[in-house]
């Protein structure tokens, strides 16, 4: 499985972006699609998962619930993530990856797409 992130940029306190994970390869095999961030001196860590090519299933770590939202469109092999009301601390670059199984925990994804650089000016 391959992954290809893009969509990141410079934005505002309070904004949007909304960043995309074309995946491509053996897409089935590879049930949840999640979105990591890496800030400088920061260890990575989990934002948002998805689990499912359809009826997918959303999770979010606790500082971006109700202000980001993952979901996929199958017929494009692409994930999103919407991210709204951005704040400062959300900059960092952030990836997609993919898992068989595992949401959280950045050791259960085994393929992972180049980053893509948000920055939230104050």
């Known amino acids: 499985v391959q992954l290809q992130a893009s969509g990141g940029g410079l934005v505002q306190a309070g904004g949007s972006l909304r960043l995309s994970c074309v995946v491509s390869g053996r897409i089935f095999s590879r049930e949840v699609i999640g979105w990591f961030r890496q800030a400088p001196g920061k260890e990575r860590e989990f934002v948002a998962a998805?689990?499912?090519?359809?009826?997918?299933?959303?999770f979010y770590r606790n500082s971006v619930l109700g202000r980001f939202t993952i979901s996929r469109d199958i017929r494009k092999n692409t994930v999103y993530l919407q991210m709204n009301s951005l704040l400062p601390e959300d900059t960092a670059v952030y990836f997609c990856?993919?898992?068989?199984?595992?949401?959280?925990?950045?050791?259960?994804?085994?393929?992972w797409g180049q980053g893509t650089q948000v920055t939230v000016s104050s």
């Open positions: 998805s689990r499912g090519w359809t009826g997918t299933t959303g």
């Open positions: 990856a993919a898992a068989e199984t595992g949401i959280r925990d950045p050791d259960e994804y085994d393929s």
